[in-house]
């Protein structure tokens, strides 16, 4: 089974500066695909970025970016010039890959990181 | 951009009654999912489902689940005898997977609550 840990409950940063939100995880696996989900007040779900194990080079989506160090089993998302928008619970995801059968597609979450980004 | 639409957004419910959560998957999506979400705690994996079946559940999605979709657009999730413990925030979610390209898109989610 694939476990899914984000170690930092809570985070706060200063508008436009860069923040990063730790996550680590753990799978037997070697084909699969990490997420970070942002949450805001609304509770809606909304993908922030998506990584597959399989490339080395980290995504990049606009401010947001990851450090996917595979042999680490870490996956930090980095968020630079901070908006006051960005204030939302981060969750990090693990999905297994194709070779899962029928857990493809499926989600593991992490406990979530509440983002504070002060003005 | 299209969107899953979840109805409806609050369920307020007694203990012991019937509820049915209502979501309109992405039109060319094939793979539905539900997620709930206990006020303050991760979310969690109820039931993944495609070609008309379910292809996983969860511990948590019991008897007292089921899933449905009834006709080409809707995708229901049916709690029968509702309990304290099942008021949470529940998630649709669907994807279409091609070539590998797997990215869920979740709806805004229907608070349910059970008195």
């Known amino acids: ?44 779900m909304i993908l922030v970025i998506r990584q597959e194990a399989y490339k080395q080079q980290n995504a990049t989506e606009n401010r947001f970016s990851v450090n996917f160090q595979k042999a680490a089993k870490s996956f930090s998302l980095k968020i630079s010039d901070s908006q006051l928008g960005d204030t939302a619970m981060y969750f990090c995801a693990f999905m297994i890959g194709p070779a899962g059968g029928t857990s493809y597609g499926k989600l593991t979450f992490g406990q979530g990181t509440i983002l504070t980004v002060h003005p | 951009e299209p969107e899953v639409t979840q109805t409806p957004s609050h369920q307020v419910t007694q203990m012991g009654q019937e509820v049915i959560l209502r979501c309109v998957p992405i039109s060319n999506h094939l793979y539905f999912y539900w997620y709930r979400q206990i006020l303050g705690q991760k979310v969690e994996f109820l039931v993944s489902f495609y070609n008309n079946e379910i292809s996983e559940k969860s511990e948590i999605f019991d008897d007292q689940f089921s899933v449905e979709r009834p006709d080409g657009s809707n995708f229901t999730l049916k709690i029968r005898s509702t309990k304290l413990e099942d008021s949470a925030m529940y998630f649709c979610a669907s994807s279409h997977r091609t070539g590998g390209n797997e990215k869920l898109f979740f709806g805004s989610g229907t608070q349910l609550s059970v008195l």
Do not use: I
Request: aromatic share 14%.
């Open chain 1, 1 to 44: 089974a694939q476990t899914v840990t984000q170690s930092q409950p809570e985070m706060s940063v200063q508008e436009a500066e860069t923040v990063t939100l730790s996550c680590t995880y753990d799978t037997s696996e070697s084909n699969y695909y990490l997420f970070w989900y942002k949450q805001p007040p609304s509770r809606q």
